[in-house]
Nanobody, 125 residues
Framework: VQLQASGGGLVEAGGSLRLSCAAS????????MAWFRQAPGKEREFVSA????????YYSDSVKGRFTISRDNAKNTVYLQMNSLKPEDTGVYYC???????????????????WGQGTLVTVSS
């Protein structure tokens, strides 16, 4: 699976961005999808995920209530709407897929097998 992330940029604190991740796979609808981020000097951390089975969404505590993940299976694309951005949201954002038909949504990056190239989000104070 090849993933292409886009939508990053420079925004002031309190602003919004929408990230997109397009997947080059016909069976996109059978993959759990997730977003991770990595700030300079820090480990990659879970941000959000969406289940292919139930459509249930998952968020880290740090973004809950501000970010919204969604997917459009007809377009093979997953989105991350980010509102009320804070400087601590700065980092490279990666989309990722789990194994096909995986029934469990995991927050561990080791559970994800395909990764996009990342898109940089910079939030100024």
């Amino acid at each position: 699976v090849q993933l292409q992330a886009s939508g990053g940029g420079l925004v002031e604190a309190g602003g919004s961005l929408r990230l997109s991740c397009a997947a080059s796979v016909r069976t996109f609808s059978t993959y759990n999808m997730a977003w991770f981020r990595q700030a300079p000097g820090k480990e990659r951390e879970f941000v959000s995920a969406v289940s292919w089975i139930s459509g249930r969404t998952y968020y880290s505590d740090s973004v809950k209530g501000r970010f919204t993940i969604s997917r459009d299976n007809a377009k093979n694309t997953v989105y991350l709407q980010m509102n009320s951005l804070k400087p601590e949201d700065t980092g490279v954002y990666y989309c990722a897929t789990a194994r096909i038909l995986d029934s469990v949504v995991d927050t561990n990056p080791n559970a994800y097998v395909s990764w996009g190239q990342g898109t940089l989000v910079t939030v100024s104070s």
